[in-house]
């Protein structure tokens, strides 16, 4: 598997594989086990695997459904500390485990008469099962993404069926049966349902940077950011001082109303993620200028917007006192307005090689190092997640 290690949910989702390797393994050879002194110890290491998986799991789906570290902290907490309970009952030997018995398919375990370690099990297991689905059910009504969406139905899906599984082998094969409990089984399935989710969505193991936290802190000038409704959720204190401190939760199209092509623009914008440049509009007096740039989620998807306004003419004075040619000033508007080196080559029917000689000269004109340093040095730090390199 190709993992990332540097993301906090695929760090847990591996450590809670490795545990349900474990489980197994020690859960494997307690059924086969020959007598007392294989038992008990192989016991103890499937039922510490078994616990430990709980708040691993747990942790991670809250990490996945995008949960605050606070909240994310504050739910885990009950988890672990029934988790630490029952391991201490597991080493001391009061855990509902209290002997077994040998039948033709393998050792079966007999579950304690003693209230307290069979109440503490319920209600660890209805704690983890009502935190877990909470969590799911958490990241399905909190996000516009159908793939991501899709996602959250599937370990729905699959967390599903491993508790039905538990149940079952507990309730019918071990006790009515009195057969050895194959809810090893069950976590095989976990095994492959989570090495499943890290090989083919691992680009959602690191959580995306919320765009209006550090982004909004290091930009300069006339900028909003904008929601996948249109609604304005964050802004500079220059866009305060401009348009007023009232129009935070409105639509951009009612703080900007009666802009012309700004519900074109933006429906298109949404429909190709594409940047849209030079919509020109009045605020009091000023004559100023609009750039849309498409925020996209990990599957590519619209994910809202940076709103930049810019007084009229701003992007031609910087290309003037740069002293730019005619062929560089069409390039550098081109990378000002989102294009991909490729797309600028398109465009304007050249070659990439040429494009490339083209920002080449930019670079040395601008004394910049890359489009994202190219385009604040033409728009006052216009943000580098608006260019695509």
Known sequence: MRIDRSSSLNRKLTLACYLVGLYELAGSLMVAAPDANWYWPCLKATSTAYLLMAPVIISALLDFAGIRRKWHNILVAPCLALTLIQLAQVWTGTWMIAGYDSTRWGTVYEITKEPLPIAVNYIYSIVNTVTGFAALGHAWFHSHSRRYRTIVAEVFIMSLLCNLWGGFAKVVVLLKYHQPDPTCLGAGIVLIGYTYLIERYRHLSERRPDMTGPLLASLKGIALFVDTRGTVIKATQEAIQLLGDRFEDRPLTEVLKGW?????????????????????????????????????????????????????????????????????????????????????????????????????????????????DLVRAFLSEAPADSVED
């Open 260 to 372: 012309p092509g700004l519900d074109d623009q933006w429906a298109g914008m949404k429909a190709d993620l594409l940047p849209r440049t030079e919509l020109a509009g009045t605020i009091g007096s000023g004559r100023f200028q609009i750039h849309l740039f498409p925020h996209r989620n990990p599957f590519d998807e619209f994910d809202g917007a940076l709103v930049r306004i810019f007084s009229e003419g701003t992007l031609d004075k910087s290309l003037t006192a740069y002293g730019l040619s005619a062929r560089e000033q069409e390039v550098a508007r081109l990378v000002c307005e989102g294009y991909s080196t490729k797309q600028i080559a398109e465009t304007l029917f050249i070659s990439l090689s040429t494009v490339k000689n083209h920002l080449h000269n930019l670079y040395a004109k601008t004394e910049t190092s890359g489009k994202a």
